[in-house]
T-cell receptor, first 117, second 114 residues
Framework: EPEVTQTPSHQVTQMGQEVILRCVPI?????FYWYRQILGQKVEFLVS????????KSEIFDDQFSVERPDGSNFTLKIRSTKLEDSAMYFC???????????????FGPGTRLTVL | KQEVTQIPAALSVPEGENLVLNCSFT??????LQWFRQDPGKGLTSLLL?????REQTSGRLNASLDKSSGRSTLYIAASQPGDSATYLC?????????????FGKGTKLSVKP
């Protein structure tokens, strides 16, 4: 069964460093998302991506964050200068091909645990 | 602004019991509502998606209902098993979000005792 994959599973970095989190969405999906979950808190929406551009972003997704779909299969989240409060589990998700987004079930990857020291 | 709440935060039941998990949302203008399962330290597994025009969805021992007018959804688990132990999250997709971001509740942590 197709699934969303993410690498690495765990990333440790120093404050101020740049990190890139990688995701391979389900093939033929058209909608892509990043969410994050700080330990013990709710899963929060960061950004959605469709047709090679950002569709929507939350207040969390400031200028330190960027997303890219560099090669038609990978979907990346870059944090330019990490802060302690960026420590969280980051989930990539993708939505089914075709139809309206309102009918799209979102499928999540296993997550990347980011630890900023 | 949409708020999603799940009660109770934790639930412990003996194996074989039927149970109901509750989810409420403040803004009834939703496209759909999705239920997920999350195992400790793991990702989110989609269980059921209910469209706004639907009243319920079933998958195996799981049945999810949606009442938009009252802002509530329930997840019914029949004949619970220890393997059902996990955190269950509900998430609403609102109108107005151009590409469908989900707004999550904090989850109900379910423990099924053998």
């Amino acid at each position: 069964e197709p699934e969303v994959t993410q690498t690495p599973s765990h990333q440790v970095t120093q404050m101020g460093q740049e990190v890139i989190l990688r995701c391979v969405p389900i093939s033929n999906h058209l909608y892509f998302y990043w969410y994050r979950q700080i330990l013990g808190q709710k899963v929060e929406f960061l950004v959605s991506f469709y047709n090679n551009e950002i569709s929507e972003k939350s207040e969390i997704f400031d200028d330190q964050f960027s997303v890219e779909r560099p090669d038609g299969s990978n979907f990346t989240l870059k944090i330019r200068s990490t802060k302690l409060e960026d420590s969280a589990m980051y989930f990539c998700a993708s939505g089914q091909e075709g139809g309206s987004v309102s009918y799209n079930e979102q499928f999540f990857g296993p997550g990347t645990r980011l630890t900023v020291l | 602004k949409q708020e999603v709440t799940q009660i109770p935060a934790a639930l412990s039941v003996p194996e074989g019991e039927n149970l109901v998990l509750n989810c409420s949302f403040t803004d009834s203008a939703i496209y759909n509502l999705q239920w997920f399962r999350q195992d400790p330290g793991k990702g989110l597994t989609s269980l059921l998606l209910i469209q706004s025009s639907q009243r319920e969805q079933t998958s195996g021992r799981l049945n999810a209902s949606l009442d938009k007018s009252s802002g509530r959804s329930t997840l019914y688990i029949a004949a619970s098993q220890p393997g059902d132990s996990a955190t269950y999250l509900c998430a609403a997709m609102n109108y107005g979000g151009s590409q469908g971001n989900l707004i999550f509740g904090k989850g109900t942590k379910l423990s099924v005792k053998p």
